[in-house]
């Protein structure tokens, strides 16, 4: 069974810095793309971010774009999300997440998941 983990959420001031983590356990995602998504209470799961190593692509959100990284280890089950320049706008539930059917696109939705992982809160203070 294929289970996703993630940690590295908290607190941070505005202008700070965090990094998620998402580790995969079952397979390694040489041709999924994975990525993050992220909810607010009262709102659907957004896409942030994500990547696929077999093609070398990433995307990330419009308001997220130069502030935040993602990046998949050597062995393919480990994403971080490294997050610089926050704003209390990041604050949110963040989720990891899977694709094992699709690209790496702007088309990142949460209808394509596959694997979800339990989700990860991060919270800005203004």
């Known amino acids: 069974e294929v289970q996703l983990a993630e940690s590295g959420g908290g607190l941070v001031q505005a202008g700070g810095s965090l990094r998620l983590y998402c580790a995969a356990s079952g397979t390694t995602f040489d041709e999924a793309a994975m990525g993050w998504f992220r909810q607010v209470p009262g709102k659907g799961r957004e896409g942030v971010a994500c990547?696929?190593?077999?093609?070398?692509?990433?995307w990330y959100r419009d308001s997220v774009e130069g502030r935040f990284t993602i990046s998949v280890n050597d062995a393919k089950n480990l994403v971080y999300l490294q997050m610089n320049s926050m704003t209390p706008e990041d604050t949110a539930v963040y989720y990891c997440a899977v694709d094992e059917g699709h690209p790496c696109t702007a088309k990142w939705t949460p209808a394509y998941v596959d694997v979800w992982g339990q989700g990860t809160l991060v919270t800005v203070s203004s």
């Open positions: 990547i696929r190593s077999s093609d070398a692509t990433a």
